[in-house]
């Protein structure tokens, strides 16, 4: 049995015509394959944009970790100046306190002290106003008459009580 002329057609027509469709799937599929390669390629760069990211962001992270850990260090070192501050200012208050009652105590006794130098002033003031006048009541009565008068006999007197008079 040979093929007719019309029957072979017929397939070789059906085979070209799969062939045909074939090759135009495969094509589409090319296509297919070729956006899938280039949105591949993109899901790669995307990716790999998204690795740097995440490094980056995991250095920033631990950068600032970093420096919360030296602010931390650096409030500590902060709170314990503070609290020696608080402390050494207490005692100056306290200090303060003391040298505040002793000064009120010291001008306490200044004052007294002054009131005693002038009780003192005026008792020397009248003391001396009294010398003065001793004074010039015995220069008065040296400078009398009857003064220069008896000084032969108080001479005398005086020659006796050394045992004699002097020759």
Do not use: C, F, H
Request: charged content about 30%; hydrophobic content about 40%.
């Amino acid at each position: 049995m040979t093929p007719t002329p019309d029957s072979s057609i017929a397939p070789a027509d059906a085979l070209r015509r799969q062939l045909i469709l074939a090759q135009v799937q495969l094509m589409e599929l090319e296509d297919a394959r070729d956006d899938l390669q280039t949105r591949l390629d993109s899901a790669r760069d995307l990716l790999a944009q998204t690795q740097r990211l995440g490094d980056q962001a995991l250095q920033n992270r631990s950068r600032l970790e970093d420096e919360l850990r030296n602010l931390q260090a650096a409030d500590a070192a902060l709170q314990a100046g503070e609290n020696a501050l608080r402390a050494e200012l207490s005692v100056t208050r306290e200090r303060e306190a003391t040298l505040a009652a002793r000064l009120a105590t010291l001008e306490t006794q200044l004052a007294a002290q002054r009131r005693t130098l002038a009780d003192s002033d005026a008792l020397s003031a009248s003391r001396q106003a009294r010398i003065d006048q001793l004074e010039a009541e015995r220069r008065e009565l040296k400078a009398s008459r009857s003064w220069r008068y008896t000084a032969p006999l108080r001479w005398l007197e005086r020659a006796l009580r050394r045992g004699g008079p002097p020759v």
